[in-house]
Structure formats: C-alpha cells, structure tokens
C-alpha cells in the first residue's frame, strides 16, 4: 500500500493502532504528543478514491478500523520514532 493511499498523516509499524482507546495519549519522538479521539470508519467518498466495489463494506468486515489522532503538542518526527 503506498504512503498516504488512506490519507494517513504518520504510519506505523508494530503498534495496535485499532486497540486504541479514546483518550489515550501517545508520544512519537522528543515532542510530539497525540492523543487517540475516534475510530477510523470509512466513507463514500473514500469508497470513490478506492474505486473498489463495496469497499466500505470490506473494510468494516476486516474489523481494523485504526483511529483518528488529533495533535496535542507538535514536533518533529523521524523515521524510527
């Protein structure tokens, strides 16, 4: 899957990031502090992007939604963090 096909803004490896649970904070780096606020759920419009037949459908059967994260404290961040 190429970086940003899901518009992701950071990617990660080894973390559970569909057990996420709301409110839970995260540190990437020295200064970057996320917190957890929703589960990613698919729409229509990224459906279309897709352009895969009953794609909403799919992703919400595999049962691995991931989360949305907003940014509490903003920094760099590196490959590895």
Aim: charge should be positive; proline fraction near 6%.
């Amino acid at each position: 899957v190429p970086a940003g096909l899901f518009g992701e803004n950071l990617r990660t490896s080894g973390v559970d990031v569909t057990g996420a649970v709301i409110g839970e904070r995260w540190r990437v780096g020295e200064t970057l502090l996320l917190e957890v606020t929703i589960p990613r759920i698919p729409c229509g419009t990224f459906a279309r992007r897709m352009g895969v037949a009953k794609w909403v459908k799919r992703f919400a059967e595999e049962g691995r939604p991931g989360a949305y994260l907003r940014v509490l404290k903003s920094g760099p961040v590196a490959a590895g963090d």
